[in-house]
């Protein structure tokens, strides 16, 4: 059963295709998915299970959330994430299959006094848009959240932020896990998508080096080939945080020791600094390397 949008007599209307209702919204009408209300109770993948008050607090902290945060809770029972993310300043959305909590949730936010900041949507999380997330917490099982891995990695911009609640998420492994009030809970950072081709130059203060840059990526993992003149180079140690890539060359070549690479992922470029491996601080020495994406987007 899925509602339908009309505008045929001008201004829109929600059509609940199942019942045959037609409602015409004005300016005060509330938000048309807030209205899903009309339906069989469908299957739940994850029961109800509340976070601990600590746990939530924890949560937040780990997350980093703050008033530049545009928040998501997956299966946000009873909503305390959700108003926890907004007194932090967040916009705040949980998402629930279970009419009864979402319920709840509005009394909960009500008390709270954080209706101006939350919104609570019933519906499936498979079928959710996180586009604008920077925030996505879970309290999922293990499947679940392995099933939801290709929507994190299609749908949230690299850098956003994913905390679960002591669950896993099948081979994706966590950026940083932590052990707080006995409990476990897991960071991941979406990776920018770094694999492809890259024509890229390295600006020494003597010469201009040519590289073509062959990536291959799973998950936050890079690997491939530096091709220099004839020479060709494994990747190695190749590293993803969100659109922060890191990776050494091995080989020297032009009389060079083994160079780190570090540089910034913006769609179809690179852009950052090589020097030699274990150098570190001002002293050492610098070089900026950048590339563009080879293929069709040119
Ligand atoms: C373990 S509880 C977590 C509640 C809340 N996030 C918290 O930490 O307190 C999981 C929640 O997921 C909801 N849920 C289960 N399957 C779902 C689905 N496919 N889409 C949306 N919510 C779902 C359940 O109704 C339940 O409220």
Redo the contacts with the bound molecule.
Sequence with gaps: METAYSSDAGSPAIVDAARGVTARLTHDAPDPRELKVHRDQ??????????DAPV?EAMMRFAGVNENDVFY??????G??VIAAAKRGARAT?????LQ?IHECYENCNKAGMRHRATFIR????DFDLRDATVV????LPA?NARLIPKFQWELRPGTRIIS?YFDMGDWQPDQRIYVHHRTLLKWIVPAWAQGTWRCVIDRPSDRTHMRLELHRHNQFVWGNAHIGKSRIPVMNGRLLGDQLTFTLSHPWHAYPRQRFTCRVEDHVLRGTCQPAGAVGPGSQSITWGGLREGDWL
């Excluded at 949980?94 to 279970?98: F, L, P």
């Excluded at 519906?123 to 498979?126: A, K, Q, R, T, V």
Aim: hydrophobic content about 35%.
């Design positions: 469908p299957q739940r993948d994850v029961p109800y299970l509340p976070t939530v809770d997956l299966g946000c029972g009873d305390r994430l949980g998402v629930d299959i279970d909590r519906g499936s999380f498979f917490m879970t309290y999922l679940i609640n």
